[in-house]
Every structure is written in C-alpha cells, then in structure tokens.
C-alpha cells in the first residue's frame, strides 16, 4: 500500500455510502486444490448435501460460486451477465465463456459466507486465468492436498500465482487423513508442510472428510473430532468473522471530506471499486468502469487498494 494503513482517506458522503454497504456482504471462501484432493467432499461437508446433479462433478464445470438462497441457477459470463443454465446438460455450457455458475442453497454456513467451488487446478478444459479471474474475489482459501501426496510442486506454482493477501487467512488441508495410519509418518508429514508453507497459509492441519461425514450423519462428536473436523470448523468460523472484524477496521479510514482535502487516487478507488463488483453483478456495464490495467475498474495501483479492503465481490 502507499498509503499507511492509519491515513485517512477522504470521500464524498454517497462514496462512504457505498463502501460501507460493501463492507458488509459476506466474506468469500474459495475451495482449491489438484484433481481428487477432496474439494467436492469438502463442500458436501460444509453444506451437508450434494449440490450438483449427481451426473455432473465440481471438475467437469467451471468455478461454481454459491450463496444462501434459494433462487434458480444461472450462468454468468465474462461481461458479468447472468444466462440461465441447465445442470443436468453438461455440454450446453461454454466453459470458455462462462467465469463461474451462480447457484443457491439454503445452508447454515452459507448465512455467514459464500462458497466458491473450483475444478482442479490442472484441468486441461478450464483455462488457468478463468478460475484465477474467480479467485480475485474471494477473501479465504480452503487448499486440499492428499495427505499421501501433500503439496507438491505444482500446488506450490499455483497456490503463489494467487494475490499474497489469501496467505492471512487460508487453510492448507491435508486431506485423507486416515490413510497415513501412522503417527510418526503424519508428524512427519506435518512438520514438512509446516516448514515449506509456514508463511504461505494461516493454519495446516490434517482431516478426514468422508470420516467428518459419517461421524456427522451417526451424531458421533468423539468420530467428529478424531477426524479433524472440529477443529477446521472452529477454525473456519475465526477467520470468517475475522474477515469481516478487519473490513470494519480498515473502513474507518475512509472519513467524508471536502474535495480539496482529498489525498491522490483515494476519490478514485472509493468509486471504482464498488463499480466493480457491481459490474460483475450485471448491474453497470464493465466498460463503464473498466481501468487502464484491463480489470474492470481497476489500475495497477487501485486493484491492491480494493484487495486490502476486501470489497470486491461478486
């Protein structure tokens, strides 16, 4: 940032307005990893159900971003334009065209968060920049690796091509955990990841997904908590409401001013990066607030603006 963190920045009344409204939608958890590293059984844990048809998988489609509600699904384009869309006709989806499906469901966890759900890093039909264009708008990561396989070089690639300000508050699961049935091999896994990814995530720890949702279905807390999913909840709620404590925190910067007090830019990104997501939203046109970088709305310097405040959303 240019700016210290503790500057004020000054805005016209209707600009505060807007940040502040933005400010409070839910925060974004993005879900990613490699092929079979558990991200679609990751996501029946948090919203205990399949969401997709049960002919179609995570990894056949592009990111798919879902919210409380229980409205129709819809595709949404690179304009930001929503399409309808049919689930269960896999091959009527432009996967080129579309940046993410928008679906709804009326799950606990999706009242204090939005889920986005990515096909596996290396799929060969999704472009790379397609999910990534996705993954701007998220505030957390949830990263699966197999634990037998725990983050190999290509993970490390991908995870470090994404915006450094996911490192505060994203989660490295080693997934699979009950099929490293030793402990000294699981410490010793576990100390390897905490070495090579120590300043790449918040926290590292092993679960059991499949186990996580036989303990839950059975009502086994003591199967619950063997198979880590107690303390990644614990851990997933902490940063959720952490995202949302540090947005009230950095908004107080922005106090409303008269014109002639307003440091350089500050104008500028208050009014753009609302647009942003608005435009995403379908709701102005992308070209109307399209910056000098390519983003909509976005120039170099703004982009990392909008980043730290985290009011970029879809």
């Not at 933005?22 to 925060?27: C, I, M, T, V």
């Not at 908590?225 to 614990?234: L, P």
Request: proline share 5%; with cysteine; charged share 25%.
């Amino acid at each position: 940032m240019r700016n210290s963190e503790t500057q004020e920045r000054y805005v016209t009344e209707a600009q505060l307005n807007r940040l502040s409204d933005w400010s409070r939608r839910k925060p974004v958890i993005a879900l990613m990893g490699e092929f079979s590293a558990g991200k679609s059984t990751l996501m029946n844990l948090l919203i205990g159900q399949n969401i997709l048809p049960t002919q179609v998988t995570a990894t056949q489609m592009p990111p798919v971003w879902i919210r409380y509600g229980s409205g129709a699904p819809s595709l949404v384009d690179h304009a930001g334009k929503h399409h309808p869309v049919n689930l269960g006709d896999r091959a009527s989806i432009p996967v080129n065209r579309t940046k993410y499906i928008r679906l709804y469901c009326e799950a606990d966890i999706l009242k204090q968060c939005d889920l986005i759900d990515t096909p596996g890093i290396s799929d060969p039909n999704i472009p790379v920049e397609n999910w990534i264009r996705t993954i701007r708008y998220a505030n957390a990561v949830m990263w699966c690796t197999h634990a037998c396989q725990a983050w190999r070089e290509s993970e490390r690639g991908a995870w470090e091509a994404l915006p450094k300000r996911l490192r505060q508050t994203s989660i490295l699961l080693a997934t699979r955990k009950d099929k490293i049935t030793s402990e000294l091999d699981r410490s010793k896994i576990g100390r390897r990841l905490e070495r090579e990814t120590q300043t790449l995530f918040s926290a590292r720890m092993f679960i059991s997904l499949t186990n996580a949702i036989r303990a839950r279905q059975a009502g086994d807390s003591a199967g619950w908590a063997e198979s880590g999913a107690q303390e990644f909840s614990e851990m997933l709620a902490r940063i959720v409401e952490g995202i949302s404590v540090q947005r009230s925190v950095l908004l107080e910067r922005y106090v409303p001013g008269a014109n002639n007090a307003k440091p350089q830019g500050t104008e500028r990104a208050a009014a753009l990066i609302p647009d942003t997501a608005m435009a995403e939203e379908g709701l102005c046109s992308a070209n109307s607030v399209r910056g000098s970088s390519g983003e909509p709305g976005m120039t170099a310097d703004l982009h990392e603006e909008a980043a730290t405040l985290d009011l970029v959303g879809g």
